[in-house]
DNA sequence: GTTATAACTTAGTAACGTGTAG
DNA sequence: CTACACGTTACTAAGTTATAAC
């Protein structure tokens, strides 16, 4: 990898407020030299040079207090709504505080009582939503001056710093420190990683040393005279024991003791999950405002580690109708500003310390806002369709065109839509240094005549894009042209070229269109084309194997990955050890049909092939392995019997009882032995003609073969992510039309929260749709 | 044209919670 | 019935793009 090292020196001794704040100094480039007579370089290499400017305008609070006023119609209509609940409650909440009291003598009953409860719920919350539900997609009526009224209760605060016990501290130089809490808490960000990759790499190591010792500055130092001066001299596993100690006690917590907390926090954000838009109830998105933490950014970025500052609520913008009421703010705080920008979707907004950029709160994922752009984008994608063969005629030709700006967006535009590749923009110094199209440079390009090219590059989130491809002959030339002598490495392939230069032309062909665009149109193309080559048949299973198939095509074309999960590899081989033992267990029905009815074997002597395909030490291997499993599981049994007796003061089992059982696990082995020797093999004595095993030879044959498929299916989607495609690429009435011709439930390729995102997919599509 | 800003979509992963094998 | 693997959701980072400002 020529990824091209940052320096990430630039906040080396820089107090925060300052990095925060400073300016990068405008770099001016030789920008006018002509191309086309070969000049190639005249902006190379091309520096980074987005400076990142900090406005830091502090936000102004513009007084609305005339307003509150007007509010009561939009208050009342709340409030209704909310009688409307409580009434129907109150009978519930009676019974509940009774059952409170009877908790202690009777708490499984209670268990019970509010598990009913629950569910009455729930489903009063479904019948609520069904009946307050605006099938936006029957209105033919378009939203385009943004919303007309919006009403909601703010954003949720994360919880003050709650400080450690005083036993637990961070060590120096073997020393206990005595933290101001500000301090400690940021020593906890870290601790809390202590063990993980972010942790453990050095940028994030120094990162937060840096804004740590910041703060603790800030906070006038240790409580106990410690100077903190070294990283390496900070021992903080104290402290990230503490943590560990805290997540046991968690995943030990009762199920009670869960539903309890669960149904405080349901209660906490409940003002906060719903907003009222154009006078109808919706749900909001990503209500609770971030918490501090320490920055973990993705890939060799250089600000990872970095202190990401608690948002207080003068930090924050409200946006919500003129005559909404305002929500309160916390005790003792005033809100930043309220605004009423109806051509905007978001509720609130604050601008974060790591790059000085907004952080947005907005409606949910199945907001008929959200589901409007959704719609929208398909239809663009769609929109497509009419022209692409245009675009592609066009690119195709100017693939040799004389100007080389022409030439480049035309490499570029059939990257795009043959790879889907990103547009590219540019990107500042201080972050991961990742390209797309428009920014892919000299070394992310290796030509192999006569046209072969290798793309190797981080594209975004730092995800490695490796492909060896071919490409069309006229498109190799020109990469080797554009990576011309005295291009080298860290140059900019396309050195005329940025994402704008390329949208700009793009509309030409049609409104609207841009590099993304074929993106969307390509997946959702695809899809389609996958899923025509389904046959009508089979069962549910096959069918949404077929589908898992045809959206990892998709995901291929995107390069969706994941990283493999820790346990994988180990899976695959249990996995591949269960078929194999299951593929012996076959062998040994077959030898015992064989010792039933020698004469069997002439008959069909392939279906006992198989047998001489076991080699003995293939056989002792599986003898041992489930010779393990038995006694492991006898083990276990013991022990959480004695658990249980522990508990429930019973007399203990001894150690006799246990070997008792293991001497069962003696004769099987016994048994394996004497087999191994003879070759004998003895079965279930029901199992006494040779049509009961055959019988039982084909259920296993199923079992092999349901097993097999479903390990290729893990091995093969390992590393591919099928979610984000499925969530923003293909179009769901892709998915809904197929479950419809097919028979299959839309559950089962929808989660409950994609079928609510996708309902206007869902209710508006008949099974002659396409793409 | 270039650069900055704002607002929106897309992205992987950690945390959570649930179904199911044992 | 439990444990744990696995699917789902929550979270927030990291892109794109339109538009304003220079």
């Known amino acids: 990898m020529t990824k091209a090292e940052m320096s990430s020196s630039s906040d080396e001794s820089v107090p925060l407020s300052e990095s925060i704040k400073r300016k990068h100094e405008n770099i001016n480039y030789d920008l006018d030299s002509d191309y086309d007579s070969d000049d190639a370089l005249s902006k190379q290499p091309k520096k980074k040079k987005k400076s990142k400017k900090h406005k830091n305008k502090k936000i102004k609070i513009k007084e609305e207090s005339e307003e509150s006023d007007d509010d009561e119609a939009i208050s009342k ?54 009946e307050e539900s605006y099938k936006w997609w029957e209105d033919d009526k378009t939203n385009d001056e943004g919303w007309k009224s919006l009403v909601h209760n703010g954003v949720m605060f994360p919880p003050d710093y709650k400080p450690l016990p005083s036993h637990i501290k961070l060590y120096y130089d073997s020393q206990p420190v005595e933290l101001p809490p500000e301090a400690e808490e940021v020593a906890g960000f870290y601790a809390a990683l202590l063990e993980t990759d972010h ?118 913008v409200l946006n919500l109708s003129k005559d909404a009421p305002i929500p309160v703010p916390p005790e003792g705080h005033k809100w930043g ?15 974060e310390n790591i790059f000085d950029s907004f952080k947005y709160v907005r409606l949910a994922a199945n907001s008929s806002l959200k589901g409007q752009s959704d719609l929208k984008k398909f239809e663009k994608a769609r929109e497509l369709k009419k022209h692409i063969d245009t675009i592609r005629k066009d690119y195709r030709r100017n693939l040799k065109s004389k100007i080389m700006l022409e030439r480049q967006k035309a490499v570029a535009i059939y990257l795009i839509d043959v790879f889907a590749l990103r547009a590219g923009g540019e990107k500042s110094e201080d972050e991961a240094d990742t390209v797309g199209c428009c920014s892919l440079r000299y070394e992310h390009v290796t030509l192999q005549p006569p046209n072969i090219v290798v793309f190797d590059f981080l594209g975004k989130d730092s995800i490695r894009f490796y492909q060896e491809v071919e490409v069309d002959k006229q498109v190799f030339k020109d990469l080797i042209i554009f990576k011309r002598p005295p291009k080298q490495p860290g140059h900019q392939l396309f050195d005329r070229l940025d994402p704008s230069i390329l949208n700009k032309f793009l509309q030409s062909y049609m409104p609207g269109l841009t590099a993304k665009v074929f993106r969307t149109y390509n997946a959702s193309k695809t899809m389609q084309d996958q899923l025509d080559l389904i ?89 041992e392995k489930i010779i393990e499993r038995e006694t492991e599981k006898y083990h276990r049994k013991f022990l959480r019997e004695n658990d249980k007796r522990k508990f429930e003061d019973e007399e203990l089992l001894e150690e006799k009882v246990l070997n008792e059982w293991l001497e069962k696990v003696e004769a099987l082995k016994e048994e394996f032995k004497e087999e191994l020797k003879t070759g004998k093999v003895e079965i279930k004595p029901a199992l006494n003609t040779v049509e009961k095993l055959e019988k039982q030879i084909e259920r296993l044959d199923l079992r092999i073969e349901t097993s097999s498929i479903q390990l290729k299916d893990k091995q093969e989607n390992s590393e591919v992510s099928l979610g984000t495609s499925k969530i923003n690429y293909i179009d769901p009435r892709l998915s809904v039309v197929f479950c419809k011709k097919f028979g299959v439930p839309i559950e089962k390729i929808f989660t409950k929260s994609l079928r609510e995102k996708f309902t206007w997919a869902i209710e508006s599509v008949d099974e002659n749709w396409r793409f």
């Not at 729930?122 to 019948?127: G, I, M, S």
């Not at 790499?201 to 070294?230: A, M």
């Not at 006078?279 to 501090?292: D, H, S």
């Open 77 to 130: 209509k709340l409030e209704k709504k909310k009688k409307k609940k409580s009434k129907e409650k109150t009978v519930e909440k009676e019974t509940d505080s009774l059952s409170k009291t009877i908790k202690k003598e009777n708490s499984k009953s209670n268990v019970k009582k509010e598990e009913e409860e629950e569910e009455q719920q729930q489903q009063q919350q479904a019948e609520d939503s069904k």
């Open 199 to 316: 942790g453990k790499n050095p940028v994030f190591q120094k990162n937060f040393f840096h804004d740590f010792l910041q703060v603790l500055k800030e906070n006038k130092g240790t409580l106990n005279g410690i100077e903190i001066k070294s990283f390496d001299k900070c021992d903080f596993s104290k402290i990230h024991a503490y943590f560990e100690l805290l997540k046991e006690e968690k995943k030990k917590m009762s199920a009670q003791e869960r539903k309890q907390l669960r149904l405080e926090r349901q209660k906490e954000e409940e003002p906060y999950k719903f907003c009222e838009l154009n006078g109808r109830r919706e749900q909001v998105g990503n209500f609770r405002v971030e918490p501090p933490d320490l920055f973990r950014g993705r890939g060799k970025h250089p600000k990872t580690g970095k202190l990401k500052r608690r948002v207080q609520p003068e930090d924050i």
């Open 337 to 351: 500003e309220i605004r009423h920008d109806p051509t905007v979707q978001w509720l609130a907004m604050w601008r």
């Open 535 to 623: 046959p009508n048949e089979g069962s549910v299973a096959e069918k949404l194997l077929r589908y898992n198939a045809a959206n990892r095509t998709v995901a291929i074309l995107c390069n969706h990955q994941r990283s493999v999960t820790k346990g994988h590899a180990q899976s695959v081989q249990k996995a591949n050890a269960r078929i194999k033992e299951l593929i012996w267990q076959r062998i040994r029905l077959k030898k015992a049909i064989l010792q039933l009815d020698k004469k069997q074997r002439k008959k069909n002597p392939k279906y006992f092939s198989e047998i001489d395909d076991l080699t003995k030490e293939d056989e002792i291997e599986i003898h």
